[in-house]
């Protein structure tokens, strides 16, 4: 019962800051409290945009996804602060999987205080390969790689800019991992049977960032640089001790007009102690190397560098909706007993539209070792 508690209390903590934000925005004038229009955005009201639309992912097949994206300024009248976001989807797939995403981006007093979370929730047919890159890389998907999965993960942050660009942070981190109609194959593995009966996890951790970008939804230009550690114990309810150390950096050189750059990103996620097979370092997510099959390239540790270039298209010089983006990365997974070390190549095209001002939908269509896959996302993979 004491698990239901801690994520309870972070819906509540969520769901009163969005009121908060918007009792600020209220005014005495007589105008539309949420707008539409694109146009509008100056004056600091929330800005929604529903969507419907079909989309495909490598795990998840075929997927009609439904929900919106809301944007709004804490406080209206102040035009420097950065507009806080809302991104909500749910989708449902020709597998039967269903998947529930938020991840809200909250401006109380801009880069000085705020917050942001990742509220996840899936319950979906999946397949499990293994762990190790030689083990799993060319692995036949089938019936013996096919099992069930629960997962779900909640993780709030808040930060603190106490110089300018650098910025302090903390959070907690609360997941779950729960197999079930698995295969003979994936039941015998001895990582799949040793933590599957220990699915939560609890974590506290602490972040030091660099941010000089300009905008974080759609960056033009700026550095990022993030270190992370986070320390998973019994004594918040989990069932795990593991500890990870996560350093992400990202440059974005303009070419161009605005909107014309390249994008640049190097990230190693280290995990160490007894990690469980649902908190493993995964390639192929949406964010990284888009075209493999999330959970094919599974271990304790990864890394992984992408080169992305990004054109906003301009007609008659004006700038447009519209975006075609490449890029070319490169990965590897590993752990403290790797002697060997196997790299992966990936790359792809891309294309954006702008629902709002600097924020987009994306399509990307990305190819692998021997795989390839579609992608539908909002804002950027990094």
């Known amino acids: 019962m004491i698990k239901q508690y801690y994520i309870i209390y972070i ?4 769901v009163s800051s969005t009121v908060y934000s918007q009792e600020k925005l209220k005014s005495t004038e007589r105008k539309p409290f949420i707008v539409f229009s694109p146009d509008s955005i100056d004056d600091g ?46 989708s449902y797939s020709t597998t039967g999987a269903i998947a529930l995403i938020t991840k809200p981006t909250l401006y109380f007093k801009n880069k000085y205080l705020y917050l942001e979370t990742d509220l996840w929730y899936k319950s979906m047919p999946d397949n499990y390969f293994g762990v190790g890159f030689k083990e799993t890389v060319d692995k036949e998907q089938g019936p013996e790689t096919s099992y069930y999965r629960d997962w779900w993960w909640v993780s709030p942050k808040i930060y603190w800019e106490f110089e300018e660009n650098f910025v ?4 907690l981190d609360f997941n779950y991992t729960k197999g079930s109609k698995e295969s003979d194959e994936v039941l015998a593995d001895e990582t799949y049977s040793k933590y599957n009966d ?18 974080p939804a759609n960056t033009y230009y700026g550095l990022y640089i993030n270190l992370s550690y986070t320390f998973y114990q019994n004594f918040m309810g989990g069932d795990n001790v593991y500890r990870i150390y996560d350093l992400d950096i990202r440059k974005f050189i303009k070419t161009g007009k605005p909107g014309q750059l390249i994008a640049l990103q190097a990230r190693i996620r280290f995990g160490d102690g007894d990690v469980p097979y649902g908190e493993m370092s995964q390639l192929g997510s949406p964010s990284d190397l888009r075209g493999y099959l999330w959970g094919r390239l599974r271990d304790k540790s990864m890394a992984y560098s992408i080169a992305e270039y990004r054109h906003k298209i301009y007609w008659n010089e004006k700038e447009s909706k ?6 070319i990365a490169v990965g590897t997974i590993f752990n403290d007993k790797t002697t060997t070390y196997y790299a992966t190549p990936n790359y792809g095209i891309g294309y954006r539209l702008d629902v709002q001002p600097r924020i987009s939908v994306r399509l990307d269509y990305g190819v692998g ?14």
Request: net charge positive; no cysteine; hydrophobic share 40%.
């Open 11 to 14: 819906l509540i903590l969520l």
């Open 45 to 90: 009201r929330p800005l929604l945009t529903p969507f419907l639309t079909p989309g495909y992912t490598p795990e998840l097949g075929a997927v009609i996804a439904g929900g919106a994206f809301l944007s709004f300024k804490m406080d209206r009248n102040d035009k420097e602060l950065t507009r806080s976001t809302i991104p909500l989807s749910f």
């Open 168 to 171: 302090i942070g903390g959070g």
């Open 198 to 215: 220990r699915p939560f996890n609890s974590g506290i951790g602490i972040i030091l960032r660099y941010d000089s970008r300009d905008m």
């Open 322 to 327: 519209h975006s075609i983006v490449g890029w």
């Open 369 to 382: 070792r021997n795989t390839s896959g579609f992608y539908f996302n909002f804002q950027q993979a990094f």
